[in-house]
């Protein structure tokens, strides 16, 4: 099922011509609007503010401002920005480096095209998308960083409150699953799932999936063991 409704605008960063070139020019061979390309940091950021593409294709390692701080800036200034890493480093702290500057998945350049492509799909539609591996790493930090007690406007009086779906599809949220899964253990959309996480970060005043995420694990919604049928 290809639900691409709207071309989908992406941006490639990289420093390798030949490599940068190749990706940008697989994705626009796959239909997505391939909107700026750029191959060093500063570059990266005064081109991305310019295009507004829906997904950044990032390398890490950048001349001139490493691409974490190319994230950050970019998520920072504009939340609706996914931003999907694609990096020769598999290590986990430069992974977990980026997650916690606003990326939404990390994959490594051993992947194939294919998984290039898909990982764009589902990073454009808000899915984490990592590499075979590195999920339950992320997911362990999402823990980790729940463990440190955090400001919350949540915490306050008078704390918006979930309906009942919003708080079942945090739950699932919490414990990793990508927006397709939850939707198949709901039997509802994509879209339904999508529209009902938008809705929880917007009463939450949260900004992106690692804040939900954070919330979520501090409430202790990853523990409950129960399925929903």
């Known amino acids: 099922m290809s639900e691409q409704p709207t071309t989908v605008r ?11 070139d190749a990706v940008a020019r697989d994705l626009a061979a796959a239909g997505f609007d391939v909107v700026a390309t750029a191959g060093d940091g500063p570059q990266a950021v005064r081109r991305a503010q310019a295009a507004a ?23 920072g200034s504009h939340p609706a920005l996914r931003v999907l890493v694609l990096s020769a480093s598999g290590e986990h702290a430069d992974v977990l480096e980026a997650v916690k500057s606003g990326a939404t998945g990390y994959l490594v350049k051993s992947a194939s095209g294919e998984e290039l492509l898909d990982a764009v799909r589902r990073t454009a539609v808000g899915d984490p998308v990592f590499t075979p591996g590195l999920a339950g790493l992320v997911l362990g930090e999402y823990r980790r960083l729940a463990a440190d007690p955090a400001p919350s406007a949540s915490d306050e009086p008078g704390a918006p409150h979930l309906t009942e779906r919003e708080t079942e599809v945090l739950r699932f949220v919490a414990k990793g699953l990508s927006y397709k899964q939850i939707a198949e253990r709901l039997v509802i959309s994509h879209r339904t799932v999508q529209n009902h996480v938008q809705n929880t970060l917007g009463k939450l005043q949260l900004h992106n999936r690692v804040e939900l995420v954070r919330y979520a694990i501090e409430r202790g919604l990853d523990d409950d063991g129960r399925e929903s049928p």
Do not use: Y
């Open 10 to 20: 992406v941006m490639v960063v990289d420093d390798h011509p030949m490599w940068r």
């Open 53 to 75: 593409p829906d997904v950044l294709v990032l390398d890490l390692n950048l001349p001139g401002m490493p691409g974490v701080q190319v994230c950050k800036e970019l998520v």
